[in-house]
């Protein structure tokens, strides 16, 4: 019986089928942080959400606070202007 109401739920809206596969996919995003060298921030790790990979980003701006900048290829970034040369990615 419900097997049958699905079907033919279906049969009078078949974008239900597209809107439940986008769904699913949408659920499935990950996020990358790109370095100002265009590398990863993690060789191992992506994010659920640019929330997520916003505080990755942060923790990872931790690891240079002793010597006050980030020494890119391109010269030294301070801190506080780290995050504009950073890059969220969706992958």
Partial sequence: MLLQ???DLFKFHP???LYQYKTKDMAKKKYDVI?????SISFTD???SV???KEAFEEWKKRFEAQGYYSSN???IP???LEEHCTIVEI
Avoid: N
């Fill in 5 to 7: 109401i699905w079907v």
């Fill in 15 to 17: 974008f239900l089928f």
């Fill in 35 to 39: 370095s100002p060298d265009g590398f």
């Fill in 46 to 48: 992506t994010y659920g």
């Fill in 51 to 53: 929330k997520k990979a």
């Fill in 74 to 76: 391109r010269g030294r």
């Fill in 79 to 81: 801190l506080d202007e």
